[in-house]
C-alpha cells in the first residue's frame, strides 16, 4: 500500500512542475507603497515589479531565485 501511494505522490510531483519565481531588490519606501498601493517599483536591475506582502505570492509549489543582476549590483552597495 504505502509503495503505491509513494508511486502516485512522485507522479503527481513530476505532472506538476514547479514555477520559478524571480526575486528582486527594491528600495524600503518602494517596498511599502507597493505593498499598500499596489504601485510597481523599479528594482536594482531597471526591471519594475510590484511587491507582495510575505505568504500572499500563490498556494502552489514554486522556486525563488534571486536576480543574478540585482544581487550584482546589490553586493556593489556594500
Known sequence: MSALLEQRT???????PAAV???HYLRK???TRGIVLGAPATALCG????P???GAAGD?????VV???C?????MLL
Open 10 to 16: 512522485s507522479a503527481r510531483a513530476e505532472a506538476e
Open 21 to 23: 519565481v524571480v526575486l
Open 29 to 31: 519606501d518602494d517596498i
Open 47 to 50: 526591471n519594475f515589479a510590484t
Open 52 to 54: 507582495v506582502a510575505p
Open 60 to 64: 502552489g509549489p514554486s522556486v525563488q
Open 67 to 69: 536576480c543574478p543582476e
Open 71 to 75: 544581487e550584482r549590483r546589490f553586493s
